[in-house]
């Protein structure tokens, strides 16, 4: 498989690391009154679609970079690249 | 009580070897320093890249050498660049060096004795690291000056092509002999 990283082009899929679920960048406010629910959410529960699938995956054997993969789970056709800092930024992340 | 004296030898030995069309050599006494650039001094951190070597930072996936071709900057990541250059120039350290040179903008570290360096050159070499190296080699594709990290035969490397047909390739000092074992091993199988 192989990964079109955005900075780097295309990169084969042993240089990454796969983490999971792209969901984990949005954690939860832990000043928000039901927290404890919404960690236990974070912390255990998954979709586990059959199809498109956003995910993260982090290039260890490359720049170190995180990335936001979408990726179809049946065919393992990736649609689109990001770098998770980027994605971050855009759900309001400051840094 | 006899009198020691400690000699410190390269990681191979100065290996050098010549294949048909294909040279392998250990470059040693090569200064590594890394550095990293803080979160939001991109703007600094290329003034600084600017004033200490008279060249811009490169982007990601490319190297650059500095003006007096001393130093060879390779940006490996967004934030992280290595300055290479031969460990002789400098007798207080590389790392004070550098940071000196850099004036404090980025976190410096020294990784001179954590990487081993092989020189791979020779009309051949493109072929010798076909089955070795993931990566898309051809000259339009990966071009002079172009580095990138990456692993071969499990082993983490960081691969630049220095002109036409030479390839330095840097990975841990710790396990030099492995990956010279891995090289020559992809020499004789693409021979």
């Not at chain 1, 290039?59 to 789970?73: A, K």
């Not at chain 2, 390779?74 to 031969?86: E, I, M, N, S, Y």
Request: contains cysteine.
């Amino acid at each position: 498989m192989i990964i079109n990283h955005p900075l780097l082009g295309p990169r084969d899929a042993a240089e990454f690391v796969y983490l999971g679920d792209a969901a984990l960048i949005d954690r939860p406010d832990p000043e928000a009154e039901n927290a404890d629910e919404k960690f236990y959410e974070y912390g255990y529960l998954r979709d586990n679609p059959a199809g498109e699938h956003q995910e993260l995956w982090y290039h260890e054997q490359g720049d170190r970079s995180w990335l936001v993969v979408t990726r179809d789970t049946l065919t393992h056709e990736i649609t689109s690249v990001k770098l998770a800092r980027d994605e971050a930024k855009k759900r309001g992340r400051d840094k | 009580m006899a009198d020691f004296t400690l000699t410190a030898e390269p990681f191979l030995g100065r290996f050098e070897q010549h294949y048909d069309d294909v040279k392998l050599r250990e470059i040693y006494d090569v200064a590594v320093v890394s550095a990293a650039i803080p979160l939001r001094k991109l703007t600094a951190a290329k003034k600084a890249v600017r004033a200490a070597f008279g060249v811009d930072l490169p982007e990601v996936g490319l190297s650059a050498l500095s003006q007096d071709s001393a130093m060879r900057i390779l940006r490996l990541g967004t934030d992280q660049a290595f300055v290479v250059f031969p460990r002789a120039q400098q007798d207080t350290g590389a790392e004070p060096h550098i940071a000196d040179l850099l004036g404090g903008v980025f976190y410096t570290t020294d990784q001179s004795d954590v990487w081993v360096t092989l020189e791979l050159s020779g009309a051949g070499a493109r072929r010798a690291l076909e089955r070795i190296c993931p990566l898309n080699l051809a000259p339009d594709a990966f071009g002079i000056g172009a580095v990138a990290r990456t692993s071969m035969e499990h082993l983490g490397t960081v691969i630049i092509r220095t002109c036409d047909d030479s390839f330095l390739l840097m990975s841990a000092s710790s396990s030099a002999h492995s990956f010279l074992h891995a090289i020559e091993t992809s020499i004789a199988n693409t021979a």
